[in-house]
């Protein structure tokens, strides 16, 4: 009895990183903890600044790094009435140039699949059924709702603020962000030349709470929220819970991730290999297998 119950476990956590392996395509289309900070009872009014001065405070608060690893717990759901399906992955970054997602089968720990994400393409390895996908990110682009590339993922991964298709925010940027705030949040905001808006929604403390991408009518958002802040490298605050919400006509695809220790500039190699004998799939039957889980 019990090893059929390890057995059913198994085959339900392999259906759980397939759905994973879905909702992180889609979240993409649109990435040692000390002591927890203490919760505000009552908000704490913002003091007065420029839309120059709020965005460098923004700016230079994140977490400085070179490499970043975290283990993560992942909760991934489609439709509103669907149940959430959860799973342990590791999220390891070196900056600028690669985040890498690699997710793990329950119990047995090996992995499942993993996805690279460099400037220039995107790999991702389906272990389970020995086939992979790889493309360039100028081509994935054609494919996604938003002007989203790397450097947006990776800010999305690590809460920074960024302006899609740039590698950085520099002080030149500072002022083409528009500006409103009431007594407690300020929302700096942006908006492409494909009409794309980006909202910035932080605190007192000049985090980033939220981030918001959508289009003027809304048929297509995404919200990325951040939560539990506590303290990491050098002092600073990084957000131990983050969730997503992305929209789509017809279907509402939510992503949760809990952040276990964060490692900051440790030593790590990032696998980019790809196994001979696995069979290479285009776009359109990732498309198809994405539609089929």
């Known amino acids: ?5 390890l057995i059913c476990r ?5 259906r759980a990183v397939k759905y994973i392996v879905w909702g992180l395509c889609c979240g993409l289309a649109i990435f040692a903890s000390s002591c927890r900070t203490s919760r505000q009872i009552h908000p704490v009014a913002l003091t007065g600044h420029t839309v120059e001065e709020r965005v460098g405070l923004i700016v230079n608060r994140p977490v400085s790094y070179k490499t970043f690893s975290s283990a993560l717990r992942f909760g991934i759901k489609s439709g509103v009435n669907r149940d959430s399906i959860t799973a342990d992955a590791r999220l390891r970054i070196v900056k600028d140039e690669m985040i890498q997602l690699s ?16 400037p220039d393409q995107i790999l991702i390895i389906d272990r389970m059924n020995k086939r992979y996908f790889v493309e360039s990110m100028e081509n994935l682009k054609k494919h996604l709702p938003f002007d989203f590339d790397y450097y947006s993922v990776q800010s999305l991964f690590t ?3 960024f302006i899609a298709g740039k590698q950085e925010v520099t002080p030149d940027d500072y002022a083409s962000f528009g500006y409103r705030e009431d007594e407690f949040s300020a929302v700096l905001s942006r908006q492409d030349s494909r009409g794309i808006v980006y909202d910035f929604t932080g605190d007192y403390s000049h985090r980033i709470l939220k981030t918001e991408v959508y289009k003027n ?17 050098d002092n600073c605050l990084f957000p131990m819970k983050m969730s997503m ?4 006509p017809d279907n509402l695809i939510s992503m949760n991730l809990n952040f276990s220790s964060v490692d900051i500039d440790a030593a790590f190699e990032l696998k980019t290999d790809i196994p001979s004998k696995y069979k290479q799939i285009d776009i359109n039957q990732l498309i198809k297998l994405i539609r089929s889980l």
């Open 245 to 248: 919400a992305l929209t789509v």
């Open 103 to 118: 997710l793990r089968i329950p119990i047995l720990g090996t992995e499942a699949a993993r996805i690279n994400i460099s």
């Open 217 to 233: 009518d809304k048929t297509v958002s995404m919200n990325w929220n951040y939560a539990d802040f506590e303290r990491v490298s």
């Open 159 to 161: 809460n920074q603020l």
């Open 1 to 5: 009895m019990k090893w059929n119950k």
């Open 10 to 14: 198994r085959r339900d956590g392999m």
